[in-house]
């Protein structure tokens, strides 16, 4: 907490072996300990990236820096999780989680969602809902705070995922949830949150990600080079973070950060086939798919981000 140097610095100077986590429990409890030192959320993606001994804790890490990225106002001693998808999807479209209102001040939430990141262990849910009381072609989406505690959600754990196991998921059921007017966030909840939270959650995921291989770099002795490659990966991941993660601009700034950091992952590859750690090498090689999840969504994304730049370069 008193250690003033800059964050690559310490990422240089910093221990080198992470301490083993087993469950949810032990990283939640590491997590809370970055966070009240690492108050700004890239930085705390990062430096839960470079404490976790595998990537699936630099994963849930990250995932809860970058909902404090977009939603600053959650509270810090709960695990948040946003919960978009369901059956069909993700899209507007998919959206049948109905929010009805029910007399002057009341709203219900029924419907269910799916692929709940840290679910199980979720004391605040985000809700994308389809806000009834609005007629129209496309769905009117509304983003509503759910505690984990209100009568008639119930939370079902999925099995666990083929890669970063250890961060569980879960289907929420919500049958007539009663909610405030307090529990709906402003503005659409959409364009405004579900849209935004994906370049965000892309951005802070893959400095973890990276910031978790940095240290095992460090601790394998790989080639300084491409220490030095990553460390202005994470840099640029940080400048990036900070922009406006709407503009057409930044999704470009974007794709490249990330085919520069697909490189280093890459190469980081075969320099894993060297590591003596059996086992954190095991951990690599299962989980390594997770950065290619998003892969058509990112392309699509930045295809779209030309497109609108060369007409906002034409209107100019």
């Known amino acids: 907490m008193n250690d ?18 087993e469950d949810v429990a032990s990283w939640w409890a590491r997590h809370r300990a970055l966070a009240a030192e ?4 890239i930085a705390l993606a990062i430096a839960g990236g470079f404490a976790a001994d595998r990537i699936g804790w630099a994963f849930a890490s990250a995932y809860q820096a970058a909902l404090r990225a977009l939603l600053p106002e959650l509270p810090a001693d709960s695990v948040a999780a946003f919960c978009v998808t369901e059956a069909g999807g993700n899209r507007p479209k998919d959206i049948h989680t109905m929010l009805e209102r029910d007399g002057e001040a009341g709203w219900r939430l029924s419907g269910s969602k799916r692929w ?19 007629a129209g072609e496309r769905p009117a989406i509304k983003l509503v705070r759910v505690p984990s505690s209100v009568p008639g959600l119930r939370v079902e754990t999925m099995p666990p995922t083929r890669f970063v196991p250890e961060v569980p ?3 929420l059921h919500f049958e007539g949830v009663a909610l405030d007017a307090g529990a709906l966030l402003p503005g659409d909840g959409y364009e405004r949150y579900v849209k935004p939270f994906r370049t ?4 802070h995921v893959v400095a973890a990600q ?7 770099a460090r601790r394998f002795a790989w080639p300084q080079d491409w220490v030095e490659r990553a460390l202005a990966g994470l840099e640029a991941l940080r400048a990036i973070a900070r922009e406006d993660c709407s503009a057409a601009a930044t999704h470009l700034a974007l794709a ?28 690599w090689e299962r989980d390594r798919p997770l950065g290619g999840v998003a892969g058509k969504v990112r392309a699509l994304r930045t295809e779209r981000a030309w497109q609108r730049f060369s007409v906002a370069k034409g209107e100019a």
């Open 38 to 41: 690492w108050q700004d959320p």
């Open 169 to 171: 998921h879960a289907q």
């Open 4 to 21: 003033t140097r800059p964050l690559v610095e310490r990422l240089l100077a910093a221990p080198v072996e992470a301490a083993p986590c």
């Open 256 to 283: 490249g950060a990330l085919a520069l950091v697909g490189a280093l992952l890459a190469e980081a590859d075969a320099h894993w086939g060297k590591a003596p750690d059996g086992a954190a090498r095991a951990r």
């Open 116 to 134: 709940t990141t840290l679910g199980p262990e979720g004391a605040l849910f985000l809700v994308a809902a389809r806000d009834a009381s609005v």
């Open 210 to 216: 990276l910031a978790y291989t940095l240290r095992e």
């Open 200 to 203: 965000v959650e892309d951005i």
